[in-house]
């Protein structure tokens, strides 16, 4: 039997800071034997490299058949192993994975294990406390971190992290409280005018009257085209600078992200803002894949940069398509993932084999996106 390039769904883990310093790799069901099928994407060149400096979380289903060959091409110090809980029963199993523990792999056990999670090695666990928290003493014995996955809001993560947690995984980006998503009206208005600028490739000059209403847009312009990304031998002190440097088309995709990078009211980073990246980066990625032309290619970032608006403006997407002068392509992705860009922007949002069959994607380029988008995002979480 021959088995297909594997799909995998790559979740984002984050500390409490909303920094992002680890990914799960989830495998589907149909990949096989899971491990396996993740040394396979894995084998994808500099692979390590795009991910760094994020710790890559990879399951075991079946530690009793891992063997240290396995994992002899894997750097210890980037990659943890993700153990069931049940599977850590077994004696042998508990020495097997404690020897490799000792020689310096990292063992997160899956769910909570008590004893037998000690006996395996592991520093870690992970568990899903979406509903219930574990009992008290489950996260005491092992040194962490640990991660709670299911995380569907700030304050569940503030609440895990009180019991222990310092990782969490989940969907919370989508679920901001409801005062920090909206924010005052001038605020959401000026963004609403600046995105309208942007759309319409608005004068220069037009662009900077708005920024300078908004200093803590220009404020993080500046200091990502100050950052060590662009390597200036002199500082950039000024928007028409900045323009210089970037130029129009990049000015324009930075302010697209830059619009999700303000400080939420508690001081922590927008989690929205790297979820839009990968969005944007992954969509024109597969766009050029598929052989789009250039200004498709724009297209398809502004779609996937676009696609979290309405969370991020606490705002019908109706109404934020409404006040802008989007293409009719990027109108139909965004308002019922309609058209090209909207299976597109389906696929990106959540793959699957028959929907990437229907759109004449190889699953290997899949993945090839995947990472790049997951780089330039984690790249541009750095620099912002």
Avoid at 148 to 177: N, V, Y
Avoid at 295 to 321: C, H, K
């Amino acid at each position: 039997m021959v088995i297909e390039f594997p799909l995998v769904e790559l979740q984002a883990v984050s500390n409490a800071h909303n920094e992002w310093v680890a990914l799960t790799f989830d495998l589907s069901a149909d990949s096989g034997d899971a491990f396996q099928a993740a040394l396979t994407l894995l084998k994808t060149p500099d692979v390590f490299a795009a991910l760094a400096p994020l710790d890559c979380i990879l399951p075991v289903p079946q530690p009793a058949l891992l063997e240290l060959s396995q994992l002899e091409t894997l750097p210890p110090n980037r990659v943890i192993l993700r153990v069931p809980a049940d599977a850590c029963a077994e004696i042998a199993v508990q020495k097997k994975l404690a020897s490799y523990a000792e020689a310096g792999y990292r063992i997160m056990i899956e769910g909570v294990a008590g004893m037998a999670a000690t006996l395996c090695g592991a520093k870690s666990l992970m568990v899903d406390a979406a509903q219930a928290l574990p009992p008290v003493l489950a996260l005491v014995a092992q040194p962490g971190p640990h991660l709670a996955t299911g995380m569907g809001s700030e304050q569940r993560i503030a609440e895990c992290a009180k019991a222990g947690f310092s990782w969490f995984a989940g969907d919370f980006a989508l679920h901001p409280p409801h005062d920090a998503s909206t924010g005052d009206g001038t605020s959401r208005k000026r963004l609403l005018a600046l995105l309208g600028l942007l759309a319409r490739d608005a004068d220069s000059r037009e662009l900077e009257v708005l920024l300078k209403q908004d200093p803590a847009l220009s404020y993080h312009l500046l200091k990502l085209v100050n950052s060590a990304a662009f390597a200036l031998s002199s500082p950039i002190h000024s928007f028409s600078q900045a323009i210089n440097v970037l130029g129009r088309r990049q000015l324009q995709r930075w302010l697209q992200l830059l619009l999700y990078a303000r400080q939420q009211d508690d001081g922590l980073a927008n989690p929205l803002l790297p979820l839009a990246a990968v969005r944007a980066a992954q969509m024109e990625a597969l766009g050029k894949a598929l052989g789009w032309e250039r200004d498709q290619q724009d297209m398809a970032f502004v779609a996937g940069v676009f696609s979290l608006l309405d969370v991020l403006l606490g705002m019908p997407m109706t109404e934020i398509v409404a006040a802008l002068s989007l293409d009719l392509d990027v109108v139909m992705a965004l308002l019922d993932r309609g058209g090209p860009l909207g299976e597109l922007l389906s696929l990106v949002e959540r793959h699957d084999r028959a929907a990437l069959d229907r759109a004449g994607i190889e699953h290997e380029t899949y993945w090839e996106a995947q990472l790049q988008a997951y780089h330039w995002a984690i790249q541009v979480s750095r620099n912002i």
